[in-house]
């Protein structure tokens, strides 16, 4: 499998994470508005995967997932995620949040520095990693509220 095909799966591994995190944690939340939030970046991140899977088709690749789990980068965040679900406090879902979407901002860091692998869609992995970038800041800030 080519490098490009790799790097999308990889992509769409953390991106199909942040989805299924951001859906866990619109369960639990105590705040209607947090709830409404994490709704909004869940369907965001479905948008995402949709775009991820068909640059993997159009290249070529089957956007089945192989590797059978999260990437192991992400595992520690995940059992993280899961003890801050099972608290069911506002504040901890936020900073594990902020955590995961830090993680998805590092992977989509590393495959835009391949600039010659990823010429041909750079402009839509950039808009993808802006969209995850102002997820954080939200995320960030309604955090920071909570602590006043």
Do not use: C, P
């Not at 991820?52 to 997932?65: D, F, P, Q």
């Not at 998805?104 to 970038?133: F, P």
């Amino acid at each position: 499998m080519s490098k490009l095909i790799d790097d999308l799966k990889g992509l769409l591994d953390i991106v199909d994470d942040g989805k299924e995190g951001y859906l866990s944690a619109s369960e639990v939340v105590s705040s209607l508005e947090l709830k409404e939030l994490f709704l909004r970046m869940a369907s965001q991140r479905i948008g995402y995967a949709n775009e991820l899977k068909s640059l993997i088709a159009l290249h070529g690749g089957s956007n089945e997932n192989e590797s059978g789990g999260i990437l192991g980068l992400l595992h520690k965040t995940w059992v993280d995620f899961k003890h801050a679900l099972s608290n069911k406090e506002d504040e901890a879902i936020l900073a594990t949040v902020e955590s995961g979407e830090q993680a998805a901002l590092d992977k989509y860091d590393a495959v835009l520095q391949d600039e010659e692998t990823h010429a041909q869609h750079v402009n839509l992995l950039q808009k993808q990693r802006t969209g995850i970038l102002e997820a954080l800041k939200e995320v960030e800030s309604y955090r920071i509220s909570l602590e006043r």
